[in-house]
């Protein structure tokens, strides 16, 4: 009994090393770009990694910040989140609704067809061709429009509704409501930890997006934040802010400085909105995939 006991504590002992030194690779490259972001560009040129800066500096935000494009970025970016969102949770919605009555007819045939489209996609030229058709092209409506709908988060929305009591649905269908009306009335109120998780999703997916920008949008002004990041980034190029502002003898900060600035000003935002759908994030996730 003492050794198992002793071999029991030894293996937690391992796991909680294990486990230590996962979390630190995952937090360490954020604490270093927090940090090198308020670096000094004269220390963090000599050191090249800082994790503790001696000496404070905002020169990299300020240099951002002194022209209206990062902003301007900023806020395209926050304009698709947010109604790229919205939009992706009502279309959702509205197609999970009916899938989850069990009397559709062509019920089972629909979900086979739509678990098909998270295996195989016509491709990004087909994909490309369609947008332009359509008059997307160089619009915001591009990077909404072709993903208004996930496959996988509509199975999860769809399993999620089929869990609901069905007494809750024929109620109101006696008391005179239409199907539109239970949704919007009964069952969507009901479904607040699978919309905050989806919500989540779709959030994250349309923040991070930049390649969609890329093929789509040819107009620089329009950008959003995502691809000034790499731009800055990946090409490492600069030029952004208005030299004017700084005076004639001010010196730009160099790349390394201005990359990290750019990489937590477009960071924040999506992280400031998580702590308020955290609570509903893991239920609402795994009522919804339970059940296929």
Known sequence: MADRSLLSRLADGLNYIILSMVALMCVLPFIYILAASFTAPEELLSKGFVLFPTQFSLEGYRYILSTETIMYSLGISIFITVTGTLLNLLFTALMAYP?????????????????????????????????????????????????????????????????????????????????????????????????????LFYAVGHWNSYFNAVLYINDNTKWPIQVWLRQIVILSEGGIGDMSLMGDDYVAPPAETIKMAVIVLSTLPILAVYPFLQKHFAKGALLGSVKG
């Open 99 to 199: 899938l989850a009555q069990r009397d559709l007819m062509g019920g089972k045939l629909f979900m086979k067809l739509i678990v098909f489209s998270m295996l195989f996609s016509g491709g990004m030229i087909p994909t490309y061709l369609v947008v332009r058709w359509t008059g997307l092209l160089d619009s915001l409506g591009s990077l909404i429009i072709p993903g208004l709908i996930s496959a996988f988060n509509l199975i999860i929305m769809r399993n999620f509704f089929q869990q609901l009591p069905d007494g809750i649905e024929e109620a109101a269908r006696i008391d005179g409501s239409s199907d539109l009306g239970t949704l919007f009335r009964i069952v969507i109120p009901l479904s607040a930890p699978v919309l905050a998780s989806l919500a």
